[in-house]
C-alpha cells in the first residue's frame, strides 16, 4: 500500500485529541448533510448516508448530532449549503494529490488549497490530471491483533471482497465501491472490529520519496490540506520508508 495508508496508520496510534475530534466531527456532519441532500434522508435506501452515519457511529457521534445533520440535508430545517469539489494536483517530488472539499465558499476554498500547494513547492493542477492515476475502492482496516489471517480472508472474500492486503500490524481490506456496504455489514455481523471504513483512491502506482527534505515538505503539506476545515480527504501516491516515515512523524 502507498506511504500515505503508512501516514495515516502512524496519525491513529497516535490518537485524536479533542481538537482534532471536533474537526472529525464537522467532517462526518458535512458529509452526512450532503448524502441525505443528494440521496434521501433513508439510509436503507442511501448507501452514501448509511455509510456516513456507520462511520460517525464508530466515532461515538451522538445520535442527536447525527439526525440533525440528515434534516439538514434534507431541508426538514435550516443549514448551510456544500458544494463537493475534487482538486487535483503534484506535490514535491512529483507526488500526485487529490483533495476532497465540502465547502460553501469555493472562492475562499481553492485560493487556500493554491497557496498550501505553492508553499510546499507543488501546483494546483486541472481538473483530471492526476484522478486517472487512482481507483476508487472500499478500504476497511483491521488490527492484526485478535483476528485470525485465514478467518478474515474467508469472511471478506466470501462477502464479495476484491482483496486483503497484509501489513506490519494490520490487515486491509479492498472491495469495489458498490460491495463495499456489504462486504462491511457482514464483517460487522461476524464481530469483527474496524480502524476505518470508508471509500477511498487507491493509488495505482507509487512514487518512492527517499530524500529527507523532499519527504518533510510534502507530508507538512498533506498535513495542511487535512487541517482545513474544507478539506475532507486527502490522498497522494507517494510511498516513504518506514524508518524515514518515522523519523518524520
Known amino acids: 500500500m502507498s506511504g500515505h495508508s503508512k501516514w495515516s496508520t502512524i496519525k491513529r496510534k497516535k490518537g485524536a485529541n479533542d481538537a482534532k475530534r471536533g474537526k472529525i466531527f464537522t467532517r462526518l456532519i458535512k458529509e452526512i448533510t450532503v448524502a441525505a441532500g443528494s440521496g434521501g434522508g433513508d439510509p436503507e435506501g442511501n448507501p452514501r448516508l448509511r455509510s456516513a452515519i456507520a462511520t460517525a457511529k464508530a466515532e461515538n457521534m451522538p445520535k442527536d448530532n447525527i439526525a440533525r445533520a440528515i434534516k439538514k440535508g434534507t431541508g426538514e430545517i435550516a443549514g448551510e449549503v456544500y458544494d463537493e469539489i475534487l482538486y487535483e494536483g503534484y506535490g514535491p517530488g512529483g507526488v500526485a494529490v487529490l483533495v476532497e472539499c465540502l465547502t460553501d465558499n469555493r472562492n475562499r476554498t481553492v485560493a487556500d488549497v493554491r497557496h498550501y500547494f505553492a508553499k510546499s513547492n507543488g501546483n494546483l493542477g486541472e481538473s483530471g490530471c ?120
Do not use: C
Open 130 to 249: 492526476v484522478n486517472w492515476m487512482f481507483d476508487k475502492k472500499g478500504l476497511i482496516v483491521v488490527d492484526k491483533e485478535g483476528v485470525s489471517e485465514e478467518e478474515l480472508m474467508d469472511m471478506a472474500l466470501e462477502a464479495g471482497a476484491d482483496d486483503v492486503v497484509e501489513e506490519d500490524t494490520e490487515f486491509q481490506i479492498l472491495t469495489s465501491p458498490d460491495d463495499f456496504e456489504d462486504v462491511r455489514g457482514s464483517l460487522e455481523e461476524g464481530g469483527v472490529k474496524f480502524l476505518d471504513a470508508s471509500i477511498s483512491m487507491i493509488p495505482q502506482n507509487t512514487i518512492d520519496v527517499a530524500e529527507e527534505k523532499v519527504a518533510k515538505s510534502l507530508l507538512r503539506l498533506i498535513e495542511s490540506l487535512e487541517d482545513h476545515d474544507d478539506v475532507q480527504n486527502v490522498y497522494a501516491n507517494f510511498d516513504i520508508d518506514d524508518g524515514l516515515m518515522e523519523l518524520l512523524s
